[in-house]
């Protein structure tokens, strides 16, 4: 199909993008959410709030099962608001990508994860696009919400949606908005999180802000698919390297015994020119590790090698080891060595008040400290459960653990937790977050 579809409506020739248009402001248009994880099910709950019909795909029949039952399962949409949602026919699930059929639109959520070698792995963003390819229909609006690498919409997901002919900006409509949520965040979420957009026409770019502007609060249009793909990475990588600056800082006020909390305080009180960022034990989760890979990737192609990405992902990799350093010397200063100490991990989940674990640091020293030869227990209010190495460890009771091991080590500052406790029961603590800040007690090693 090279020429703009035109539908013939009563006498009158409209053509895809007038029908849709119409359809969207009408909030008749049937949208779609492709990957219903933290990013997918609070997008399709906001569009069912808006007086949508959406329908969800997940190729996870348990996820959909949950979802269909009125059970949400990302702990920022609570289910007093997502039951009624279902329970009402606004919102449902589906593992039959056929349902593509009918809609208007569809935003792909999908994992974009690293490759070991930490090359992008576009498998998940592949077969959602050819599942849409294959029930591609005139007037869909395709919007790509995982977060990759700058080209990716118009150089892998394009091509697969014009294969039966249909044009892009005349007969369907692609765009690219990087989703920006911040699980845990309880000022910003998906509603009031400005939402950036950039088409491959303009058509494609009206459309999709059009779309966006009917379920949440500030939409951003920008010129390109491009410019929207590297908006996304310049943020994620803003905050990568500005975490790996602190922690260099972290390290080298270790060695002038310097305390570089204090140190960020005090800065912070500029009041122009200097953002705080915090030192810790190492990143986590699904973005900030990940994506400015994406981008170095990427440029390496263009030529250019991402010497700040690959120097700070080489200090904030480091930083789980410092911790366990710093451990180990607690305990030698305490006459004990790690080898058969107990050792409690107060936190597990990548940062405060959430249950996710994705990359979280916690991993890693945990695994770190039973390398050594340590018993090691973990707590931690938002996660029930953990794999080492493919072993199960099983959240504990915290403060009888607190009170039994030798070490406790804080690895993720969750509110709510009885800190003044765990000071006074613990014989010796290793602080990774400073969430015993104005606590004094020569027991209490800060990072
Ligand atoms: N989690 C965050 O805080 C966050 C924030 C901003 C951006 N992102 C980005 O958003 C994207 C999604 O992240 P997430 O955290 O929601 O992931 P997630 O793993 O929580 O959810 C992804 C969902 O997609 C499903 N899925 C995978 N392949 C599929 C396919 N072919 N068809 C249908 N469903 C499929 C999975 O079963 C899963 O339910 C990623 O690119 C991520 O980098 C995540």
């Known amino acids: 199909m090279t020429s703009e579809l035109l539908i013939q409506t009563s006498g009158q020739q409209s053509s895809a993008a007038d029908i849709l248009r119409e359809r969207i402001l009408q909030k008749k248009a049937r949208v779609g959410v492709l990957g219903l994880g933290y990013v997918?099910?609070?997008?399709?709950?906001?569009?069912?709030?808006?007086?949508?019909?959406?329908?969800?795909?997940?190729?996870?029949?348990?996820?959909?099962?949950?979802?269909?039952?009125?059970?949400?399962?990302?702990?920022?949409?609570?289910?007093?608001?997502?039951?009624?949602?279902?329970?009402?026919?606004?919102?449902?699930?589906?593992?039959?990508?056929?349902?593509?059929?009918?809609?208007?639109?569809?935003?792909?959520c999908v994992p974009t994860p690293l490759r070991k070698t930490k090359d992008p792995d576009m498998s998940y963003v592949v077969a959602a696009s050819d599942a849409i390819a294959e029930h591609m229909h005139p007037g869909l609006l395709v919007m790509l919400e995982s977060t990759t690498y700058p080209g990716t919409t118009d150089e892998l997901v394009l091509p697969k949606l014009e294969e039966r002919g249909f044009s892009v900006g005349k007969d369907f409509f692609l765009c690219f908005s990087p989703e920006r949520v911040d699980p845990g965040n309880p000022k910003y979420q998906t509603s009031?999180?400005?939402?950036?957009?950039?088409?491959?026409?303009?058509?494609?770019?009206?459309?999709?802000?059009?779309?966006?502007?009917?379920?949440?609060?500030?939409?951003?249009?920008?010129?390109?698919?491009?410019?929207?793909?590297?908006?996304?990475?310049l943020e994620n990588t803003f905050r990568m390297i500005n975490i790996g600056l602190v922690n260099e800082m972290a390290l080298m006020c270790e060695r002038m015994n310097i305390d570089v909390w204090e140190v960020i305080d005090a800065a912070a009180t500029k009041p122009f020119g200097f953002m705080p960022f915090y030192p810790g034990p190492g990143l986590g989760g699904h973005c900030i590790p990940i994506d400015p890979f994406y981008l170095s990737w990427k440029s390496k192609e263009a030529g250019i090698e991402a010497r700040f990405i690959e120097l700070a992902g080489y200090i904030n990799g480091r930083m789980p080891e410092f911790v366990i350093e710093k451990v180990q010397k607690a305990l030698n200063d305490a006459s004990k060595p790690v080898r058969g100490s107990r050792i409690h991990i107060l936190g597990t989940a990548y940062k405060r008040n959430i249950d996710d674990v994705r990359e979280s640091p916690a991993l890693d020293?945990?695994?770190?400290?039973?390398?050594?030869?340590?018993?090691?227990?973990?707590?931690?209010?938002?996660?029930?459960?953990?794999?080492?190495?493919?072993?199960?460890?099983?959240?504990?009771?915290?403060?009888?653990?607190?009170?039994?091991?030798?070490?406790?080590v804080i690895v993720t500052d969750h509110t709510g937790i009885d800190y003044a406790s765990v000071v006074e029961k613990s014989k010796l603590i290793v602080d990774t977050r400073n969430a015993l800040k104005g606590f004094r007690s020569e027991r209490i090693v800060r990072l």
């Open 365 to 408: 020293i945990i695994h770190l400290l039973q390398r050594l030869g340590a018993t090691v227990t973990f707590s931690d209010p938002f996660v029930h459960k953990i794999h080492i190495n493919g072993t199960e460890l099983q959240s504990q009771e915290m403060l009888p653990c607190v009170e039994a091991a030798d070490c406790v």
């Open 192 to 233: 009031n999180i400005p939402k950036v957009v950039g088409g491959i026409t303009p058509a494609c770019t009206e459309l999709g802000a059009l779309f966006y502007k009917q379920a949440l609060e500030t939409v951003i249009p920008v010129s390109s698919t491009r410019v929207a793909e590297m908006v996304k990475l």
């Open 40 to 108: 997918g099910l609070p997008l399709a709950v906001e569009f069912a709030r808006a007086g949508f019909d959406v329908v969800g795909i997940d190729v996870q029949q348990s996820k959909v099962d949950q979802f269909n039952g009125g059970h949400s399962y990302v702990k920022d949409v609570k289910d007093d608001v997502f039951r009624p949602l279902v329970e009402s026919g606004k919102l449902r699930a589906t593992t039959d990508y056929s349902v593509i059929r009918e809609l208007d639109t569809i935003d792909i």
